[in-house]
């Protein structure tokens, strides 16, 4: 079965700094897709990005960015030019390419922006 | 906004009522998921229904059941509540697109007392 670990259950960043929100995840299929979800207070469930397991490029989206080791099992998140409004829970997400499987999330990194 | 609309947006019981949550998809979407998102278990997946049947079943206990109605609605029902079952409960759509993204919508607050 595949597990999603994200070991940073808090993290704080100044704000306009950079931050990086780790993920490792474990499967044995060569072929998945991985996400980062953002939470804010409002509790919505908000898509940041996406990377195809079979897609070498790292996956960028504005100010996120993802450095993703297929190797190594790990998909972090690169937040540049912290905002307020970045502050929310981040979970680092898997899912098969087979049909439309479920989501698998990780248990996520409550992101504090300091001003 | 997602496009996915789901009703009430809280709901307060006690301990062993039972309660419907329901769940519009995105315009043209067939697959429905539902999660729990609880303090103790975070996100988990529960169940996914696909044109009207159920394709899977995730960590979904024997007192939720769920449908998917033909115009794509879906309801998930949960039954002798217990204190644990206070969580956050999410419905999420997709399309059978390149990516199959999955759209969610807003949470339905379930607490029990």
């Known amino acids: 079965a595949q597990t999603v670990t994200q070991s940073q259950p808090e993290m704080s960043v100044q704000e306009a700094e950079t931050v990086t929100l780790s993920c490792t995840y474990d499967?044995?299929?060569?072929?998945?897709?991985l996400f980062w979800y953002k939470q804010p207070p409002s509790r919505q469930m908000i898509l940041v990005i996406r990377q195809e397991a079979y897609k070498q490029q790292n996956a960028t989206e504005n100010r996120f960015s993802v450095n993703f080791q297929k190797a190594a099992k790990s998909f972090s998140l690169k937040i540049s030019d912290s905002q307020l409004g970045d502050a929310a829970m981040y979970f680092c997400?898997?899912?098969?390419?087979?049909?439309?499987?479920?989501?698998?999330f990780g248990k996520g990194t409550r992101l504090h922006i300091l001003p | 906004d997602s496009g996915v609309t789901q009703t009430p947006k809280h709901l307060i019981t006690a301990t062993g009522q039972r309660v419907t949550l329901r769940c519009s998809p995105r315009?043209?979407?067939?697959?429905v998921y539902w999660y729990q998102q609880s303090l103790d278990q975070g996100l988990q997946f529960l169940i996914q229904y696909y044109n009207g049947e159920e394709r899977a079943k995730g960590n979904i206990l024997e007192r939720f059941s769920a449908q998917q109605f033909p115009d794509l609605h879906s309801e998930l029902n949960l039954s002798s509540l217990e204190l644990g079952d206070s969580a956050l409960y999410f419905c999420?759509?997709?399309?059978?697109?390149?990516?199959?993204?999955?759209?969610f919508g807003p949470g339905t607050r379930l607490t029990v007392l």
């Open positions: 499967t044995s299929e060569s072929d998945y897709y």
């Open positions: 315009s043209g979407d067939l697959s």
């Open positions: 997400a898997y899912r098969s390419v087979n049909r439309d499987d479920k989501i698998i």
């Open positions: 999420a759509s997709s399309s059978m697109g390149v990516y199959n993204e999955q759209f």
